[in-house]
């Protein structure tokens, strides 16, 4: 039961984090130059594809058979954007997340970075379970 | 990598039930794949008509485009494209006046400044939309796409 | 799964390692500034903040520019460890307009990292005009409008229309005194391609008269 309410969260997380997105690509699109690590083409690329993912995973996530790849790609994708955050951090950028687009309030580094981390442990946590 | 080809031989041979069976490689295509080609199809929906940037193959492949070179002054007298009318927001009110002398109603525009990094190819592009230009185009890659081209080195992806 | 987890997690280690390496420069307070300018403001000085946070001294080799309009006081300077300054940069905003975007490439000492430090500018003309000019196809004899908005920081004496083109009747409407302006126009013959010009003059407090030429034509 539990396990069942875990992945409906998850699995909602990365649904609403998708399609918050997809709302305004022009927005996750210059969240995502702020980083400072792509040049404009991969970053407007990135920003078509990073909220599909997020979504199809996120679906795939609730499906039997997609379930444990999905779940080690998830982990893959927090882990990158926790690099990413932590390259922002260490060259004194001061970026927004653009994790959830505008509609939440920001978490800060350390904050965003905790929640990537939470995120990771349930999505290994689930894995482990048919 | 290894282990995942090799994973995808013996999940083909074993029920799809046991938790412990390795990662699909083919699974993993799909689920890099799939998002792919919905944001293929986000792109065809969402891309703006004016505005979004055109490659440098496309600008290239109009016959009678008008371009326009929003660089600074001493760029463009240096070198420019063939024909291309110097305009950005510095020059506007001297420059003008050449544009409108050249431009034909329904002639593609196609707007280029230095590099990706630039904004004043959008500015006059904004400046030009709000006064009905259309077809309007901003070049990828800006000048330094024309360089490429120019030196017949393919262009970056 | 495990596997998996323990390659990333070493990955994650190189990359960090790599990135607390790479930082051996300066620690700035910020590495882009925006900035507003008021109408006729002819210099911007932005001031980046930085702090020495390695444990040797950090010597400035020098600072390029990504153009000659900006200039800055600091040119070589050794940074002690734990000390704290500014670099100011001035940018020469004379005949540049709209949205102004520079670069400083801060070179050191005993290392191949630079440091860029972005200036954003975005300078406005004291006088808006929305659209930019007026046309109208062959044939079409639709009234249309340009507006004219004086940056709301300035004070305006008074704007008139003194040429006033043969081929199209137009009208200075003032919206509000001073503050918007509407110029309606359509062409007296539609069918006739043709090109004039109106111009607008005005005054703002404390400055010269000042005029603008706008376009409109029938394509």
Known sequence: ?130 | MEGGRSGARVTHNLSHGQVNAPYSLRRIAILVIAPACLATLTSLIVSKPDGRKISIEDALGYSNALWIDARSAEDFEKNHHEGAIHLNLSNWDRQLPEFLAQWELDQAVIIYCGSDDCQSSLQVAIRLQEAGVSPLHILHGGWEALQRIKANKTPLP | MYKQIKIASALFALILTLHVHAFSSLKWAETSVTMHPDPYTEKVLAEFHYTNLTKSPIRIKKIETSCGCMTTSESAKIIQPGSKGVLPITVNLKGKYGVIKEVARVLYDDSKEADGLVITIINPKPMKVSPPFLYWKSGDEKEKSISLTPHPHLKLKYLQMIEAPAAFVTELVTKAENKSYVIKAKPRKAQTPVREKLVVEWKVEGRELESLTIYLMVK
């Open chain 1, 1 to 130: 039961m539990i396990i069942l309410l875990l992945r409906l969260v998850l699995s909602g997380v990365f649904i609403y984090a998708g399609i918050i997105k997809l709302l305004d690509l022009p927005q996750f699109e210059q969240n995502i130059l702020n980083y400072q690590l792509l040049a404009e083409t991969p970053s407007y690329l990135l920003s078509l594809y990073l909220p599909w993912l997020e979504i199809t995973l996120s679906i795939c996530l609730k499906t039997r058979s997609y379930r444990r790849e999905a779940s080690l790609f998830l982990v893959g994708l927090l882990t990158v954007f926790s690099l990413g955050l932590i390259s922002a951090w260490v060259r004194g950028l001061n970026v927004e997340c653009g994790c959830f687009g505008e509609s939440l309030p920001d978490f800060g580094y350390a904050g965003s970075m905790i929640r990537n981390l939470a995120f990771s442990l349930m999505v290994i946590y689930l894995a482990r379970f048919k």
